[in-house]
């Protein structure tokens, strides 16, 4: 039993030093992808027009002609990532504030250095690894 336990723990510890070093911002990009598996510009674009999940379209507006209410508190998604690399989209949405400590643009991997987290959220992040690429898969998608 013992011994599972302390795998357990190794295991815990490897996946976290993955987990911060594929957050390392280096100049203005995180290179390494934040999961094992391509983002799917499919469920990326579902993450985006989400209002339960992504909440992009409560600040930016975009291709959603679906959707009726856009924001306009921050630039149209097309005009944000049309000077993006993947990897600067990623540090971007990974840490905002990084970037800019003044923005209301949420850090949706980050667990640390944060302000106004309520308990039951504290050491979780607004998005997973896989969604961060997906959400990138797709917004790579309206530069083409």
């Given at each position: 039993?013992?011994?599972r ?66 924001g ?35 850090s949706?991997?980050q ?13 979780q ?10 959400v ?9």
């Amino acid at each position: 039993m013992r011994k599972r336990i302390a795998l357990a723990v190794s295991l815990l510890v490897i996946l976290n030093q993955q987990v911060a070093q594929a957050q390392v911002i280096k100049g203005d990009s995180i290179i390494e992808s934040l999961s094992v598996e391509p983002g799917d510009p499919v469920r990326g674009r579902a993450i985006v027009a989400s209002r339960q999940t992504g909440l992009c379209l409560l600040c930016h507006s975009g291709p959603f002609p679906e959707e009726r209410f856009q924001g306009n508190l921050a630039p149209e998604l097309k005009a944000s990532v049309a000077r993006l690399s993947a990897p600067q989209l990623r540090a971007r949405i990974v840490n905002a504030a990084h970037f800019n400590p003044q923005t209301i643009m949420p850090s949706y991997y980050q667990t640390s250095n944060l302000n106004r987290v309520a308990s039951k959220f504290a050491g979780q992040t607004i998005l997973s690894g896989q969604e961060i690429e997906d959400v990138i898969a797709f917004l790579v998608t309206l530069n083409n």
